[in-house]
């Protein structure tokens, strides 16, 4: 759930317009500057250029718990692809494309390594079901 945060208004100047009352008498409105006075919330929405925060916190122990990028590669892959199998292809590449996205400024190796796994995934399985490696990757038929 995006949370909310406060932001300061901003001020602006207002251009002069002529405004019409009920009995038809006009006046003129003259150019003002609008001070920035007040704050008021609106929805996170993350930073400039990166979107909203869509992506779900992970479930605790979702891919063996803590540590799963200190242990070693092969462990790493047998954890990935085992949940493939029990949840599915879709879920767990979600998950590491998640943990892709929350690594990208942080700690870059941690996401390359679950850009990699979320890849092996991918064209190693087709829902549930295991194939070989490149037949997992969905293409558009040829006409």
């Known amino acids: 759930m995006a949370k909310t945060i406060p932001v300061r208004r901003k001020g602006y100047k207002r251009k002069g317009y002529t405004a019409t009352r009920k009995g038809g008498k006009k006046v003129k409105v003259s150019p003002a500057k609008v001070k920035p006075s007040s704050t008021f919330k609106i929805r996170d929405r993350g ?8 992506v779900p916190p992970l479930k605790k122990g979702a891919l063996g718990g803590p540590g799963f990028f200190d242990r070693p590669k092969s462990d790493q892959e047998n954890i990935v692809f085992n949940r493939a199998r029990e949840i599915g292809e879709r879920k767990v590449v979600g998950e590491l494309r ?31 079901e295991e194939v070989e490696y ?8 040829e006409e």
Request: glycine share 10%; net charge positive; charged share 40%.
């Open 134 to 141: 490149p037949e997992g990757f969905r293409r558009k038929p």
């Open 98 to 128: 998640a943990l892709q996205v929350f690594f990208k400024r942080t700690d870059p190796e941690k996401s390359r390594r679950a850009l990699e796994l979320s890849k092996k995934v991918a064209g190693s399985f087709k829902g549930k």
């Open 47 to 54: 930073k400039a250029g990166r979107g909203p925060k869509v």
